[in-house]
């Protein structure tokens, strides 16, 4: 399998705390790893690290082979809208646009014209089980309906790795199972990579891997080496 996005001996601190002491990982295409620790272990620290949205003190983070943990500024955030998708546990669609439009927000912050990009978003809809809802409005959709909306957003870029941040904190028990079946399948599908914050079992499971972090360590993660 060929490895997308490795993070090597990464090491946070906020002062005094340890918030990362020294982690390995890696993902591969359509492969999902999922993160898990109690709270306060490292889990939203390592992937903030992963994602260029915080700097790692120590250690590499690599897309593709290219270290990309000493990019400046400009290039770290062109990094994160091209070549990452980011879902979060409350979808944080715009209320005032239609999901089609919501969806195809990343491509028109690329550049691409409106009427090309809702052209593109609108494939994202069937494979979400979204078929018939591209015109309702965010206050028109379940919450489950909301984050496949949300998920697609992520897709719509076509990134190398989607990260998820616990993106079924705020959906019941069946919601979630749903949720998370369409997108590892989606992931797979695109040959992108995984990488998902959960607190829930269930939701893990349905997974490749599952990394075990604590006290910004890695404690167990199920043997399986990405190439
Ligand atoms: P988790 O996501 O597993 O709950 P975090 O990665 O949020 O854990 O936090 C790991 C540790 O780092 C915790 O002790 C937390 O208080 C600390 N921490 C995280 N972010 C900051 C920050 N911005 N400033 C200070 N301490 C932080």
């Not at 955030?77 to 209320?95: D, E, H, K, N």
Request: overall charge neutral.
């Amino acid at each position: 399998m060929t490895e997308v996005l490795a993070g090597h001996g990464l090491v946070k601190k906020f002062g005094a705390t340890t918030a990362l002491a020294g982690v390995d990982m890696a993902v591969g295409e359509r492969d999902s790893l999922a993160i898990m620790g109690p709270s306060g272990s490292g889990k939203s620290t390592l992937l903030h690290a992963l994602a260029g949205i915080i700097r790692p003190d120590d250690g590499q983070v690599l897309l593709r082979g290219e270290r990309i943990d000493r990019f400046g500024e400009n290039r770290l955030s062109a990094l994160r809208r091209t070549r990452f998708g980011f879902v979060f546990q409350s979808g944080q669609l715009l209320p005032e646009l239609p999901a089609e439009e919501n969806v195809a927000l990343p491509l028109m912050l690329e550049g691409v014209p409106r009427r090309r990009a809702v052209q593109r978003a609108r494939r994202w809809f069937a494979p979400l089980g979204l078929d018939g809802l591209e015109q309702r409005r965010p206050g028109q959709l379940s919450g489950g309906q909301a984050q496949r909306v949300a998920i697609a957003r992520a897709l719509a870029v076509e990134p190398d790795v989607v990260f998820a941040d616990e993106p079924t904190g705020a959906l019941d028990q069946t919601t979630s199972m749903e949720v998370v079946r369409l997108l590892t399948s989606v992931i797979r599908e695109q040959g992108a990579a995984l990488v998902m914050v959960t607190h829930d079992a269930d939701v893990a499971a349905h997974c490749d891997r599952i990394l075990h972090v604590r006290d910004g360590q890695v404690s167990t993660h199920s043997q399986y080496t990405v190439t």
